[in-house]
């Protein structure tokens, strides 16, 4: 079928709507009219190539929309289902079947390679095959995804916002929940208040943490973390950052959720815990460097990373959802939508930071 996508042509250039060929879901497939996408810092990542992605692509990997087609095999959803889309994983891996599909053993072949689990694309522009991302491609007007990638979702939420709780609102919430498993009391610091770590402050306001510290450098997103349950906000611009963070829990937090992608705050978040305190590393963070003995092993801490939250997303959107119906999960308050011919400014004001979670409207 002829489908409006936005095309990543070439490295750093901007998205083109444009008309491509999508094909028909295969057994194991679903086809899903796209309502809304979630603009992503991985997306920027991608078409920046930062992290290699075959180009030409269709990018977008927070999709919501309506099941409009199933395979013969697919069991989980069914036409006129509300769905959002997630990441891509196999299902067969030792890590899959135990229940940590983020950790998939083809987690960056099927998200980041271009292809679908069969090894196959599924969107054509004339004779040239496009890549997919995160095995959806969620920057059109329909998206073919495996049934592993798709969430059924209930019909009295406004679907339009839902997208992101498939990646960056699902990898800040499910670190915290899922991850660390803070204990209620327990103290945590959250390093960048965009959309994963802001969804991180309310999911350790969730948990009932003694302690939740808000680092940013932009004052705006400072105020709404404090909203969003942060009992203290630190600008880092302004101070010693590791020096307050004791200062405020009397030696250090428990946990730190990493999600800057800053090589000096990579380190000062393991710097700023208590021992036997645990830095969780979300962002994609180049090289920085640790004085092992000092900052890690004399103190008994540790580095872990997490990916998409540990989450199982069949199991785990719909309990943010649950959360948010409850009124004890307001991701809501992070968002700006933006037309579908907008999606480039919508990348603009990301970056800025003027803009939290832009989503894009598809239709």
Avoid at 166 to 171: E, L, R
Avoid at 190 to 211: F, P, Q, T
């Amino acid at each position: 079928m002829e489908i409006k996508a936005a095309v990543t042509h070439g490295k750093g250039e901007e998205f083109k709507l444009e008309e491509v060929r999508l094909d028909d879901p295969k057994d194991n497939e679903v086809l899903v009219k796209i309502v809304a996408s979630g603009v992503c810092h991985t997306d920027a990542v991608a078409r920046d190539q930062d992290v290699p992605v075959p180009l030409p692509a269709v990018l977008g990997h927070e999709g919501s929309g309506v099941v409009e087609k199933i395979g013969s095999n697919v069991q989980t959803v069914e036409p006129g289902d509300h769905a959002v889309l997630s990441f891509s994983s196999c299902g067969h891996c030792e890590n899959c079947l135990t229940g940590y599909p983020s950790y998939c053993l083809y987690f960056n072949d099927l998200n980041f390679g271009g292809i679908m689990n069969d090894k196959t694309k599924r969107i054509h522009q004339g004779d040239q095959e496009l890549s997919t991302f995160f095995g959806q491609s969620s920057f059109g007007t329909y998206a073919v995804a495996n049934a592993r990638n798709v969430v059924k979702v209930d019909k009295d939420v406004n679907l339009s916002l839902l997208g992101p709780l498939g990646c960056g609102i699902q990898t800040g919430a499910g670190t915290v929940l899922n991850k660390l498993q803070p204990k209620f009391g327990e103290t945590i610091a959250v390093y960048g208040c965009g959309a994963v770590g802001l969804s991180a402050v309310m999911a350790a306001n969730i948990v009932g943490c003694a302690k939740i510290i808000a680092v940013d450098v932009h004052d705006s997103r400072l105020e709404l973390a404090k909203e969003l349950g942060a009992t203290d906000v630190l600008n880092s611009k302004e101070m010693d950052i590791v020096d307050e963070i004791k200062k405020i829990t009397n030696g250090g937090t428990n946990y730190t959720v990493e999600s800057t992608s800053v090589p000096t705050l990579a380190r000062y978040s393991v710097q700023a815990l208590k021992p036997l305190g645990v830095s969780a590393v979300v962002g994609v963070t180049q090289e920085t460097e640790f004085n092992v003995f000092e900052d890690i092993m004399a103190e008994g801490k540790s580095i872990v990373g997490a990916i998409e939250g540990n989450a199982i997303p069949q199991l785990f959107v719909p309990k943010l959802i649950a959360y948010y119906k409850a009124g004890k999960f307001p991701f809501d308050k992070l968002v700006k939508v933006y037309d579908f011919d907008e999606i480039n400014q919508a990348f603009k004001d990301s970056k800025k930071g003027t803009t939290v979670k832009p989503i894009v409207r598809i239709a």
